[in-house]
């Protein structure tokens, strides 16, 4: 389960394994990790940079370090933080395909608020912002760089809506998105659904029509969630949950 780590970030590799294996259940919560002397050897690190990496677990809400008890690991969906979301969707492919779907439904869900705010609060600066990004979704041809631009394209949008605490959050799983482009982009609409619905949105956003800004998203973000399903069989931990009516 466990191998040696470089001495080269030394703490980071000791914190990518065992978070792997907690993510994967093989530390189960509740568990207790083995003692620091035993976790040292069998890594082939010192004790200090073990606990420097412990800690770091501790902070992302995966093991409780006590004295006396050693270190525990807890349930990260009671105790974890968006930051996890990066390194939970590459496990999508090896037992959790379900996170796809959560992404997407997530996807959904904070699209169409931003877009409903971006309608409201839009500053004619940010309503350039997202017209320039049209103009570039219309010279962008190849599926993976329109993927991104649409995200950069929801980025905007949540700046656009004004409220630091969703930009912040858009901002924390930005690089796990990213990290995970080649196969969300093989979710993505055609080039011309992507192109048509930034310019949907920008137009409800500049008439400053929520509502038709909320129905704009959500069909255009719904097709994702609908299209991982169908590629993937039809498998019932694919398939969109139901959502209450808009």
């Keep these: 389960m466990l191998k040696p780590v470089e001495k080269q970030r030394v703490a980071e590799e000791i914190v990518e394994q065992l978070r792997t294996l907690i993510l994967t259940g093989q530390y189960a919560p509740g568990s207790k990790l083995p003692p620091e002397r ?4 069998r890594l082939g690190v010192n004790r200090a940079s073990l606990r ?4 770091k677990l501790e902070h992302l809400g995966l093991v409780r370090i006590r004295q ?3 270190t ?3 349930d990260f969906m009671e105790t974890g933080g968006i930051e996890l979301v990066q390194h939970l969707l590459p ?3 090896s ?3 379900e996170l796809v779907r959560d992404m997407l439904e997530f996807r959904r869900i904070f699209g169409r608020e931003t877009a409903r705010y971006a309608a409201v609060r839009a500053t004619p600066e940010a309503i350039t912002r997202l017209e320039q990004l049209a103009d570039r979704g219309d010279r962008t041809t190849g599926a993976l760089d329109l993927f991104e631009l649409d995200f950069e394209f929801y980025i905007a949008l949540s700046q656009a809506a004004a409220n630091q605490v969703m930009t912040l959050l858009i901002n924390t799983v930005r690089d796990s998105v990213r990290s995970y482009m080649p196969v969300l982009s093989n979710l993505a609409p055609s080039p ?4 048509k619905h930034h310019r949907d949105v920008i137009a409800a956003v500049k008439a400053k029509d929520p509502e038709r800004a909320v129905r704009a998203a959500d069909d255009y973000l719904k097709s994702g969630a609908e299209m991982a399903a169908r590629l993937g069989g039809g498998r019932a931990e694919l398939s969109p949950l139901p959502q209450p009516p808009l």
Aim: no cysteine.
């Design 68 to 70: 006396g008890d050693g």
């Design 52 to 55: 420097e990496a412990l800690k």
């Design 72 to 74: 525990r690991v807890q």
């Design 38 to 41: 035993e976790l040292s050897k």
């Design 95 to 97: 037992g959790r395909p």
């Design 192 to 195: 011309e659904a992507v192109r």
């Design 91 to 93: 496990l999508a492919g």
